[in-house]
């Protein structure tokens, strides 16, 4: 079955360091992957999309790579600040049907 | 535009019991798409539903239903309550169906069985 596992439950960083979060997936061929932000007692919100047939996508301090051969996503913040601090979900699209599938989260804390 | 909004914020209920929960997307969205969040198992899809049909369903248990209105809000209901059911439960609507369009979400409703 289709499985998603984003690297470490938890990433404590320092202020300024670039933070790293790893989704890698099995038993999937995704056409698209998604990343979210989640604070606590609130909705995920969304940061960026991006399809198979791209390597990279930016903006502004944030950076997704999508390597289809490892079957991996690296989601890298830049600069990062102690309001980077929240969960990072990748998801990816669930085929034809269009739902997402969710990894469990990892947690960052940016530490000042 | 107004974000996606969810009713009630919180709720308490007794094992057995029946619960509906509300969600209205952002003007304009016609596709919304109900999951469950818990601790151990993160956030799972429960269905989705577009132009008052329901186009997609996780793999929960009939006592989850859920429905559309012709104005897109989104209703759902779990009956005869299980501890198990305590969850943050989400709503997220989208422009249109399909893989590549991303979600906003609402706040959740933070459902607690007891």
């Known amino acids: 079955s289709q499985k998603i596992e984003q690297n470490s439950e938890a990433l404590n960083i320092q202020e300024g360091k670039t933070a790293t979060l790893t989704c890698n997936y099995t038993n999937y061929s995704p056409a698209y992957l998604q990343w979210y932000r989640q604070d606590p007692g609130r909705g995920p919100v969304f940061l960026l999309l991006?399809?198979?047939?791209?390597k990279e996508k930016r903006k502004e301090r944030l950076k997704v790579t999508f390597d289809t051969t490892l079957k991996q996503s690296l989601f890298h913040i830049t600069a990062s600040q102690p309001a980077d601090s929240a969960t990072y979900l990748c998801?990816?699209?669930?085929?034809?049907?269009?739902?997402?599938?969710f990894g469990k989260g990892t947690k960052l804390s940016v530490k000042p | 535009k107004a974000g996606v909004t969810q009713t009630p914020r919180y709720l308490i209920k007794t094992r057995g019991q029946q619960v509906t929960l509300s969600c209205s997307p952002i003007s304009g969205h016609r596709s919304v798409s109900w999951y469950q969040q818990t601790p151990g198992q993160g956030l799972q899809f429960l269905f989705e539903y577009f132009s008052e049909t329901q186009r997609n369903k996780g793999n929960f248990p009939g006592r989850f239903s859920g429905r559309q209105f012709s104005n897109s809000r989104s209703e759902m209901n779990v009956s005869t309550l299980e501890l198990g059911d305590s969850a943050l439960y989400l709503c997220?609507?989208?422009?249109?169906?399909?893989?590549?369009?991303?979600?906003?979400f609402g706040p959740g409703t933070r459902l607690t069985v007891t």
């Open positions: 997220a609507s989208s422009s249109n169906r399909g893989r590549s369009y991303e979600q906003y």
């Open positions: 998801a990816l699209d669930g085929g034809s049907q269009g739902n997402l599938i």
């Open positions: 991006i399809r198979e047939n791209e």
